[in-house]
């Protein structure tokens, strides 16, 4: 089975312009999260979906920041405008739910390889 | 609230010397305990997860953890580091009951010397 795919896999812009990174979690999994990760601040939780349904944003930085979930299978981390200290690699995790097929959830989470974002 | 502590953001060891990656945890319920691995430019990968079953969890690629409730501690060990070790380790804690928030250490980056 395919993991969780994220595109593009790096991507270079300048301030002020908009930044859109995509990611498709596993099939059957409920949840879906996104990360920031920088050497200052480690593994940040921006935010995360249940059933598409966004569920805690309290991670997500300010409002220039925007995430979507339009079905089971895509999400998106927007950023407009993007600035130098939006520098990081972002990642998408997703989930499976909890007691399907009896089996109780872990919270084991599966990392897509992430998004290395440099804004200029 | 639940929280990580990693003691040491690097750890240097020989290779075929034995891994200690300390882990410390603080949870007010028996918490599940993960630990994740990064590889350069990869994602977070499970090395191995505590789940209140046994108390010594064998993961992958010879890497263990035993979870000890008096130290409230779940240090991952190696009995002989190989250089494909290297990378950076990831502990981690959740808790049972439906979807709770995995809260993530602040990593340790290994590095084996030849």
């Known amino acids: 089975d395919a993991g969780v795919i994220q595109s593009p896999r790096h991507e270079v812009t300048e301030m002020g312009q908009e930044v859109t990174l995509r990611c498709k979690p596993i099939?059957?999994?409920?949840?879906l999260f996104w990360y920031r990760q920088t050497m200052m601040r480690g593994l940040e939780l921006l935010i995360y979906?249940?059933?598409?349904?966004?569920?805690?944003d309290s991670g997500m930085p300010e409002d220039r920041f925007s995430a979507k979930m339009p079905n089971a299978s895509f999400s998106t981390l927007k950023i407009q405008p993007s600035e130098p200290r939006d520098s990081a690699v972002y990642f998408c995790a997703s989930s499976p739910t909890s007691g399907r097929g009896g089996g109780a959830n872990y919270n084991e989470q599966f990392f897509g390889p992430g998004t290395r974002l440099t804004v200029l | 609230a639940q929280s990580v502590t990693q003691l040491g953001s690097h750890v240097s060891v020989s290779e075929g010397a034995l891994v200690l990656l300390r882990c410390n945890y603080s949870?007010?319920?028996?918490?599940?305990l993960f630990w994740y691995v990064q590889y350069p430019n990869q994602g977070l990968q499970l090395l191995l997860k505590?789940?209140?079953?046994?108390?010594l969890v064998k993961g992958i690629n010879g890497f263990e953890a035993e979870f000890k409730k008096s130290e409230t501690s779940f240090h991952l060990t190696k009995p002989s580091a190989h250089m494909s070790d290297a990378a950076e380790y990831f502990c981690a804690v959740s808790s049972p009951g439906g979807y709770q928030k995995v809260t993530f250490g602040t990593g340790t980056k290994l590095q084996v010397i030849p």
């Open positions: 099939s059957g999994h409920d949840y």
């Open positions: 979906f249940n059933n598409n349904v966004p569920i805690d």
């Open positions: 949870s007010s319920v028996p918490p599940y």
């Open positions: 505590y789940t209140s079953a046994a108390t």
